[in-house]
């Protein structure tokens, strides 16, 4: 069964930084591309990072270019993101998901090209 676990939120004060991680398991997804989604309550989910199954790929919203960066760890079937400068604006619901296509960046930003999905963690922002 494969499963996307999300760790890492928090409670965090403006300008503050905070790392996710995303564990996966059941199967290896070394040959897929990965992404980061947030959610805000009454928002839409909305595209943060992605990064290529290779990691040598990345793309960042604009919002967070410059604040977030994106890795992933394949020999530990591990993805992260680190996020610097955390504004109010940033708080949501985290979620990791691994795309539905091998070997495809794709609409990268569209969350249905993701097959696969971590439950989220939540990560709040304190002014």
């Known amino acids: 069964q494969v499963q996307l676990v999300e760790s890492g939120g928090g409670l965090v004060q403006a300008g503050g930084s905070l790392s996710l991680s995303c564990a996966a398991s059941g199967r290896t997804f070394s040959s897929y591309g990965m992404g980061w989604f947030r959610q805000a309550p009454g928002k839409e989910r909305e595209f943060v990072a992605y990064?290529?199954?290779?990691?040598?790929?990345?793309y960042y919203a604009d919002s967070v270019k410059g604040r977030f960066t994106i890795s992933r760890d394949n020999a530990k079937n591990t993805m992260y993101l680190q996020m610097n400068s955390l504004n109010p604006e940033d708080m949501a619901v985290y979620y990791c998901?691994?795309?539905?296509?091998?070997?495809?960046?794709?609409?990268?930003?569209?969350?249905?090209?993701?097959?696969?999905w971590g439950q989220g963690t939540q990560v709040t922002v304190s002014s």
């Open positions: 990064i290529s199954w290779s990691g040598g790929t990345t």
């Open positions: 998901a691994v795309k539905r296509k091998a070997y495809s960046s794709a609409s990268y930003y569209q969350p249905l090209q993701y097959d696969y």
